[in-house]
């Protein structure tokens, strides 16, 4: 069964903790999520962000929850895991150090194993098909190509928005997808 990855948008779940609780408490209670990663990028108060949402682990513990880019965060209040950017490679060992499960994001067989050495969890991969501001779509022939070359989870990212594209990367060898609007579209 392919892993599901929800990460979170402040377009669709808000940059205020009451208001993200809400939204993050209903992606989970309408979907099957396996990770649900934190990703607010300009919110100047991340830290309180990410303690209301930590406060939903509890009520989901079937769930991993991640934070996106603040390790220190991630350790300090309690996060299942952290999603690092490719540009933090050097923080991959660090939170695996600390017990996090590590997630990278990556556009490259050269990042992913640069990942896969530091001891990831898994990487986001993509973006797989058409997406807005993403560039050029990989495509299922290059995750398929990818997954033959490494031995860690690969989320296929990237405009993974329908049933029918969870369908083809999990055929292509995906161990899970990872999206922002198939989770937010209640």
Request: charged fraction near 25%.
């Amino acid at each position: 069964m392919i892993l599901r990855y929800a990460i979170t948008d402040p377009a669709y779940y808000g940059s205020e903790p009451s208001e993200l609780k809400r939204s993050v408490e209903r992606t989970l209670s309408s979907s099957k999520v396996d990770l649900i990663c934190l990703r607010d990028k300009k919110n100047p108060d991340y830290k309180a962000l990410a303690e209301a949402f930590i406060d939903m682990k509890p009520l989901f513990p079937e769930t991993l929850f991640f934070l996106h880019s603040d390790v220190g965060a991630a350790i300090d209040l309690g996060a299942d895991g952290i999603h690092l950017p490719s540009g933090m490679f050097e923080k991959v060992a660090v939170s695996c150090d600390a017990g996090l499960k590590v997630i990278v994001s990556t556009h490259s067989l050269d990042e992913i194993k640069r990942a896969e050495k530091g001891g990831a969890y898994g990487v986001t991969y993509g973006p797989i098909f058409e997406t807005p501001g993403k560039g050029e779509p990989k495509g299922l022939e290059k995750l398929k190509e990818i997954r033959g070359k490494i031995g860690l989870n690969i989320f296929a990212l990237g405009g993974i928005v329908s049933k029918e594209q969870i369908e083809a990367v999990e055929r292509a060898g995906a161990d899970g997808f990872a999206s922002i609007r198939y989770f937010a579209a209640w």
